[in-house]
């Protein structure tokens, strides 16, 4: 028994030594204890940011979703735009092309024109108003002297109105003495 006497004396004095490791112990648990109550909500709290972060991010990345779908929209508008521009500018020069030529035809008829104008007024109707101008020329100088001519006849035969009706009268007395 000795080895048994001695094994507890040997345990009281380990236990009597281990007292303050135990207290220790404990309140190092107590701290452990409360650290983890700690830590816990600290990771329950992280865990909530997380789940949050998670729906922000899967909210942006719906709307990446559709901002690429717009942007694709807006690329497919952009090209129709451009080939819409480009046959703009293909019409655009035939018609500048067509006008150059609108123009030059143009040009053409003008000194045509300018042509005929001088042609057909010199030869044709500038010699015809100088004949048409003398022709009333002297048709107006007759046509004054006759109309003086006819003046003064008119003025003679008001006088002559005018004496026959004064012979009537003489006429008419004499007639009227007559036996």
Same mark, same amino acid.
């Given at each position: 028994?000795?080895?048994?006497?001695?094994?507890?004396?040997?345990?009281?004095?380990?236990?009597?030594?281990?007292?303050?490791?135990?207290?220790?112990?404990?309140?190092?648990?107590?701290?452990?204890?409360?650290?983890?109550?700690?830590?816990?909500?600290? !990771? /329950? $709290?992280? +865990?909530? =940011?997380? @789940?949050? %972060? *998670?729906?922000?991010? #899967?909210?942006?990345? &719906?709307?990446?979703?559709?901002?690429?779908?717009? !942007? /694709? $929209?807006? +690329?497919? =508008?952009? @090209?129709? %735009? *451009?080939?819409?521009? #480009?046959?703009?500018? &293909?019409?655009?020069?035939?018609?500048?092309?067509? !006008?150059?030529?609108?123009?030059? =035809?143009?040009?053409? %008829? *003008?000194?045509?024109?300018?042509?005929?104008?001088?042609?057909?007024?010199?030869?044709?109707?500038?010699?015809?108003?100088?004949?048409?101008?003398?022709?009333?020329?002297?048709?107006?100088?007759?046509?004054?002297?006759?109309?003086?001519?006819?003046?003064?006849?008119?003025?003679?035969?008001?006088?002559?109105?005018?004496?026959?009706?004064?012979?009537?009268?003489?006429?008419?007395?004499?007639?009227?003495?007559?036996?």
């Amino acid at each position: 028994m000795v080895d048994k006497e001695m094994l507890a004396a040997m345990e009281g004095l380990l236990d009597r030594k281990l007292e303050p490791v135990n207290g220790k112990l404990d309140r190092l648990e107590i701290f452990v204890d409360e650290r983890m109550t700690g830590l816990e909500a600290s !990771v /329950s $709290r992280l +865990d909530e =940011r997380m @789940s949050s %972060l *998670e729906a922000s991010v #899967s909210r942006l990345d &719906e709307r990446m979703s559709s901002l690429e779908a717009s !942007v /694709s $929209r807006l +690329d497919e =508008r952009m @090209s129709s %735009l *451009e080939a819409s521009v #480009s046959r703009l500018d &293909e019409r655009t020069s035939n018609l500048e092309a067509s !006008v150059k030529e609108i123009e030059n =035809r143009t040009l053409e %008829l *003008e000194l045509d024109v300018k042509e005929i104008k001088v042609k057909y007024l010199e030869n044709n109707i500038l010699p015809r108003l100088n004949t048409i101008e003398a022709y009333y020329t002297g048709t107006l100088k007759m046509y004054r002297n006759k109309a003086e001519l006819i003046d003064k006849m008119g003025m003679d035969v008001s006088n002559l109105n005018i004496t026959v009706e004064n012979h009537s009268k003489v006429l008419r007395t004499v007639a009227a003495m007559a036996p």
